[in-house]
């Protein structure tokens, strides 16, 4: 028999790894908000039954949360990137193929026995991490990545699934496809969608039936691969291990509006600094850099702006990439504009081993060393004791803007000063 | 880097004991916790040590478990006691609390190492 393909995800992931490592929460609700608690990105199931809506800015439904005794909680990345760490290594051995889509999603093929069925595995993956890790996981089961991912709705959307559905078993795949609308489809995306509704295509099942002719004519290879995955045809291969990243980025709202030039600068410029810390770890080099800031959308007369740079040599030099940043600042500057999110977006990413020495490179073999010398000393010295030990005076002193983060909890699982209490009482 | 005979020694050269390998059998299920009071002395478990726990484990009785009790993470002893479990404490100021009486326990993880300071260093 063909293999089949899983889309295995956590349930509310964000709060479900507050409740893992705080068990004053098991069985409240809680909701977790987006950086500089802007709005909600994550509910436990007892928040979801409450009505609590997702992606609400946290200023309009503060009060009803207080009301219904909801805990609030900052976004914990130190925590939910080490659970996802460990979930992903925890699915590994379960699986033939793993690729990791997202912090709390992978993809999973695996060989589907004789006798065609693979709810006991399901059943048996998914209580293990739940006794693992503390987080309930759905399993979707499908020929291809799209039906997986599809499979994977189904199994959250209705209890009854207890949280495993395959649809490879189902006699057919009709009624799971019809009641999926286009727009809900793994891959299709706003313009595709806006296409197929305009031909009277509503669901997945019309979708997967229409005539490849007019698909390919308005989306190519790639609708046609869509349309192949919906009949049950695999041809979206897993991808293994992390793929050289080709850009990165580094944005973060601020806790407070800012107004003033010098103090937007010292803001780009301490993402320059963090962006280009990523990049070193990376072994890789930026060709272009892209300067970006925006006010609240939440407040009339809306701004936002970008300007960008090619680099004359690709670099992670912090003081290369501070030196194409900072002109950029000005462009996109305006006065009277309050700024509420900037960031800061490194491009055209190659490898550290890709560079070729330039003709009219502005230092020479030796310099370069000694500059790669000092750049490493500097990212040494911020991990080992804490970053900003070692700072660049363009990012300002003691700024007020950093982000607000005022529910956090503890990084129950990688810092040895915020372990939870085991009481001996 | 310099060029020249291979060192004899190469072949033999060894990573360094890693505590990690020691302690932990499971990685992505040990977690760490800080150990406060002092129910569980007996048991060689002191206030302030740092408790080594592997949520992949059964309990079984006899083991020093991590259990949700009202609320917080206990720490406690798994056993049997006429046919029945039942949390004790390794300190006897502390009385045992049968797990068919309070509703609502369960088993978070089992304790498989602790570590402890002797006294003030460095």
């Keep these: ?425 | 880097m310099a060029a020249g005979f291979p060192s004899p020694a190469d072949d033999y050269i060894d990573v360094g004991i890693d505590l990690n390998e020691v302690l932990i059998r499971h990685p992505s299920s040990t977690f760490f916790l800080r150990v406060s009071g002092d129910s569980m002395v007996e048991a060689g478990i002191q206030d302030g040590d740092l408790l080594v726990v592997d949520r992949s484990l059964e309990a079984r009785p006899g083991q020093v478990v991590v259990a949700v009790l009202d609320g917080a993470f206990t720490l406690k002893r798994l056993a049997r006691h006429r046919g029945r479990l039942r949390l004790e404490a390794a300190n006897s100021a502390y009385p045992p609390l049968e797990l068919h009486q309070c509703g609502d326990v369960q088993i978070w993880g089992v304790a498989i190492h602790v570590i402890h300071p002797l006294g003030r260093h460095g």
């Design chain 1, 1 to 425: 028999m063909a293999d089949a393909l899983a889309l295995i995800d956590a349930n509310n992931f964000y709060a479900s790894c507050e409740q893992a490592f705080d068990p004053a929460l098991i069985g409240r609700p809680v909701v977790v908000l987006s950086n500089n608690d802007g709005c909600v990105v994550s509910r436990s199931s007892e928040a979801r039954r409450l009505g609590i809506g997702m992606g609400k800015p946290y200023f309009q439904i503060a009060e009803q949360l207080a009301r219904h005794g909801v805990v609030v909680r900052s976004s914990n990345y130190a925590l939910y990137g080490d659970m996802s760490q460990r979930l992903m290594s925890s699915l590994e051995p379960f699986v033939a193929e793993l690729e990791v889509y997202s912090i709390d999603e992978a993809f999973a093929r695996l060989p589907r026995p004789q006798h065609g069925e693979l709810r006991s595995w399901a059943t048996e993956l998914r209580s293990r991490i739940r006794h693992n890790l503390g987080i309930p996981i759905a399993i979707g089961l499908a020929p291809s990545k799209v039906l997986a991912k599809l499979a994977n709705r189904v199994a959250k959307g209705d209890r009854r699934h207890a949280g495993v559905f395959d649809l490879g078993l189902e006699p057919s795949h009709d009624p799971w496809l019809e009641q999926t609308p286009v727009e809900e489809l793994w891959g299709v995306g706003r313009q595709l969608n806006r296409w197929c509704r305009l031909r009277g295509i509503a669901n997945a099942r019309q979708l997967r039936d229409m005539a490849s002719g007019e698909l390919r004519a308005k989306a190519g290879v790639v609708g046609l691969r869509l349309q192949l995955e919906l009949q049950g045809v695999s041809c979206l291969p897993l991808e293994e291990g992390p793929s050289a990243k080709r850009e990165t980025c580094v944005s973060r709202s601020f806790s407070r509006t800012i107004a003033d030039e010098l103090e937007l600068r010292q803001a780009v410029a301490s993402y320059v600094v963090r962006a280009a810390e990523k990049l070193r770890r990376q072994r890789q080099r930026s060709g272009r850099l892209t300067v970006f800031a925006r006010t609240s959308p939440f407040s009339p007369g809306f701004y936002s702006q970008a300007a960008s740079a090619a680099l004359p040599l690709a670099s992670n030099d912090t003081a290369v990439l501070l030196q194409a940043a900072l002109p950029l600042v000005a462009l996109i500057y305006k006065p009277q504009k309050r700024f509420a999110k900037a960031g800061v977006l490194l491009q055209e990413l190659q490898g550290e081993e890709q560079l070729q020495q330039h003709l009219l490179a502005p230092l020479s073999d030796e310099q370069q060393q000694r500059r790669e010398t000092l750049l490493h000393n500097i990212d040494q010295l911020n991990r080992r004791y804490g970053s900003g030990t070692v700072q660049w005076a363009a990012c300002g002193l003691q700024p007020s803007w950093t982000m607000r983060r005022g529910q956090l909890s503890r990084a129950a699982t990688t810092r040895l000063g915020d372990l939870p209490t085991a009481w001996a009482r």
